[in-house]
């Protein structure tokens, strides 16, 4: 899925994770690219799939956060950001939510 994030690492494309998220279509985070956010990712859909080679690259307490609204998420995920203040990824009350392949680089916490 084209989302429109620049995915260059150093525009914040926060609105446009958030807006592919709420798409509820499967998000893939392209090969080469850095998507840098601000905010919480949040508001994942049932059986939605977020990931890829790309990396996320979070700015201060920024998370990608797995709630009990969605059941059976699935997470890819790689982060990069020496700048990060919080845990990379937060499941909270969450059903069946898969974690398939998780990389913190210069990450303050891995999975909460």
């Known amino acids: 899925m084209d989302f429109g994030a620049a995915g260059d690492g150093v525009t914040d494309d926060t609105a446009e994770l958030l807006a592919a998220i709420a798409s509820c279509e499967n998000v893939t985070l392209e090969h080469g690219k850095t998507y840098l956010f601000s905010a ?28 009990g609204a969605a059941t059976g998420v699935e997470l890819e995920l790689t982060f990069n ?31 909460y």
């Open 81 to 111: 950001s020496a700048t990060h203040s919080d845990y990379a990824i937060k499941i909270m009350d969450a059903s069946r939510t898969r974690i398939k392949r998780f990389l913190a680089i210069d990450a303050y916490g891995g999975i």
């Open 40 to 67: 919480d990712l949040t508001g994942f859909c049932d059986h939605q799939y977020f990931g890829g080679s790309g990396i996320l690259k979070p700015s201060g307490s920024s998370s990608v956060v797995v709630d």
